[in-house]
C-alpha cells in the first residue's frame, strides 16, 4: 500500500485548529491556526541546518497539500 506524506487531521477538543500530519521523516504535526509544530521523532542525525532547510520546505509543502484539499473538497460541494 502507498501511503500518503501529508494527512488532514481534526480533533474535537480543538475545533478550530487544523492538524496537518507529516508521515516520513522528520515525522511532525503542524497546525496551521497558529504555524506551530511539534517534531513526532528525534532527528539527531540531521545537522540543525540540515533541519531548518528541510523543515522550511516540509512546512511550504504542507500548507499546499493543504489549499490543494480544501479546493477538492470545495470543488464537491
Known amino acids: 500500500m502507498e501511503l500518503p506524506k501529508f494527512l488532514v487531521c481534526d480533533n474535537t477538543d480543538y475545533p478550530d485548529d487544523i492538524f496537518i500530519l507529516h508521515i516520513d521523516f522528520p515525522r511532525f504535526i503542524i497546525n496551521l491556526k497558529d504555524d506551530e509544530v511539534e517534531l513526532l521523532e528525534s532527528t539527531e542525525e540531521l545537522s540543525q541546518e540540515e533541519l531548518d532547510n528541510k523543515m ?7 500548507n499546499d497539500f493543504y489549499d490543494r484539499e480544501s479546493e477538492r473538497y470545495e470543488a464537491e460541494d
Open 56 to 62: 522550511t520546505e516540509l512546512i511550504d509543502m504542507a
